[in-house]
């Protein structure tokens, strides 16, 4: 029997420690809407969530209920019928008192079909509150290439951890997009965005960064068009900028050429995301640009900023 969607879905999320602000970006950038208490998303939206950092799991909802006798009914009453399934229970929060084994037996006996707990083609997931119950079809699930993306070959002590790296892509790109990194040392950025069927292109004024982001692409089997070039120089237009800007001892007594950066940028595309140590605003500000959110990123004694910004024409 074939299952009715009713255009719902619901998305798990991680969310560490002071990174909230950060992690509900990314999910109503993604998803369009934010996560509750729970870091749980309700959304319209299907979204395939190995392109997020902090998207966990995507489910179809069929059922949202309040009681486990109410859920076995409605299932009972469309017939719902799978081979070799599963069903998995996520409790929010894990400390709720549920028996999960139990719960997942029962809803597992309403299922028409034959289970398979190692190795299912198709798994149920049945989500729990204080006050609610879901119940879905798993569609998609995060593989964690950020966790591979950080054990590249080529890497530098200032290189951008790659699970940042994709949370910058995806709060100014969509597949399909053209990306810009003008500065993209290693090429964390550049990875991330061609991963996700994003049109990448990497500029670097450092030929050696230019060399280690091409072998880390080519590690992973990516494709991206990566050159020589100066950020202050570059030309072009893109559906979108995500880039870590350079930073140093000089920058920091000099900061002329951030502001040579950032000015040639502005008309490149009309959208983008940087990230730095330092605070940008009153510089993005006086060169036309219109700040849309400013996202913390604590690291021990740091805090990267990111800035997501659109140009003013």
Not at 196 to 219: C, E, F, W
Not at 222 to 229: D, F, H, I, Q, R
Not at 292 to 306: D, H, T, Y
């Amino acid at each position: 029997m074939r299952l009715k969607s009713i255009s719902k879905y619901l998305y798990l999320t991680a969310t560490p420690h002071g990174l909230t602000e950060l992690v509900s970006a990314e999910c109503v950038a993604l998803t369009g809407s934010a996560p509750n208490k729970d870091g749980i998303v309700l959304s319209d939206r299907c979204v395939d969530v190995r392109r997020g950092a902090y998207l966990k799991s995507c489910s179809e909802i069929l059922f949202e209920t309040t009681r486990l006798t109410e859920l076995c009914s409605n299932i009972r009453s469309i017939g719902l019928h799978a081979d070799e399934f599963r069903v998995s229970v996520v409790k929010k929060p894990r400390n709720l008192k549920v028996n999960s084994m139990t719960l997942a037996r029962d809803v597992g006996k309403v299922i028409d079909g034959s289970a398979n707990l190692c190795q299912p083609r198709t798994t149920f997931l049945t989500v729990v509150t204080t006050d609610k119950m879901w119940f879905g079809r798993l569609l998609s699930e995060s593989d964690n290439v950020w966790l591979a993306h950080n054990r590249r070959p080529h890497v530098t002590s200032s290189s951008l951890p790659a699970r940042l790296a994709r949370v910058l892509v995806n709060l100014v790109a969509c597949p399909g997009d053209r990306l810009l990194d003008p500065c993209c040392g290693t090429g964390t950025i550049v990875m991330s965005a061609a991963h996700s069927g994003i049109q990448a292109v990497g500029y670097d004024v450092n030929p050696r960064m230019v060399g280690a982001t091409t072998k880390n692409l080519q590690h992973f089997g990516l494709s991206a068009n990566v050159a020589l070039g100066d950020a202050r120089k570059i030309d072009g237009q893109y559906n979108a900028i995500a880039t870590d800007l350079p930073y140093g001892i000089n920058l920091v007594k000099d900061s002329s050429q951030e502001i040579e950066i950032l000015s040639n940028l502005r008309t490149c595309a009309p959208k983008a995301a940087f990230i730095d140590l330092r605070d940008l605003s009153s510089t993005l500000i006086d060169l036309g640009y219109q700040i849309e959110a400013v996202l913390p990123v604590p690291k021990l004694s740091i805090v990267r900023r990111i800035f997501i910004t659109s140009a003013i024409a």
